[in-house]
């Protein structure tokens, strides 16, 4: 006995935009670069617990969206962090207040003064 199957798919995919996909109050993109557990903390900066993260890396732009499981946010179920390589800065998608700072291979970032999370440059560039 033969048997043929025969798929077509029509249309255009649509790629979810990062920041679109952080706000939308899921836990991060369906594909993502690398997941593992950074460092972070809530309400003081003890780096003393861990939590998942995925990130997207943009190596021609040399970005990073990160998003990290949430901690310290009833409203979201994760916490979106760009980081952008040219200007060595990170940002939000919120209106979220946003401290930065080298830590040897390392970034330590603070939102609002509440979540602390300490970034590895390997999460970032991949190393």
């Known amino acids: 006995m033969k ?11 649509k790629k979810p935009n990062a920041a679109t996909a952080a706000t939308s109050g899921n836990a991060g993109p369906s594909r993502w670069d690398a997941s593992g557990s950074v460092k972070r ?5 003890t780096l003393d617990k861990q939590c998942g ?6 190596r021609p732009a040399q970005a990073a969206d990160i998003w990290i499981a949430n901690i310290a946010r009833a409203e979201a ?13 990170f940002t939000t ?10 830590q040897d291979y390392n970034w330590w970032v603070s939102v609002d ?7 590895p440059d390997a999460l970032i560039d991949g190393g």
Do not use: C, H, M, P
Request: proline letters at 0%; hydrophobic letters at 40%.
């Open 77 to 89: 179920e994760s916490r979106f962090l760009r980081y952008q390589n040219k200007v060595s800065s």
């Open 3 to 13: 048997y043929t199957l025969d798929v077509a798919v029509s249309g255009e995919a």
């Open 41 to 45: 903390s809530a309400a003081s900066a």
């Open 113 to 119: 003064g509440n979540e602390f999370y300490l970034i």
């Open 93 to 102: 998608n919120d209106q979220g207040r946003i401290a930065w700072q080298r």
């Open 53 to 58: 993260f995925r990130v997207v890396r943009q």
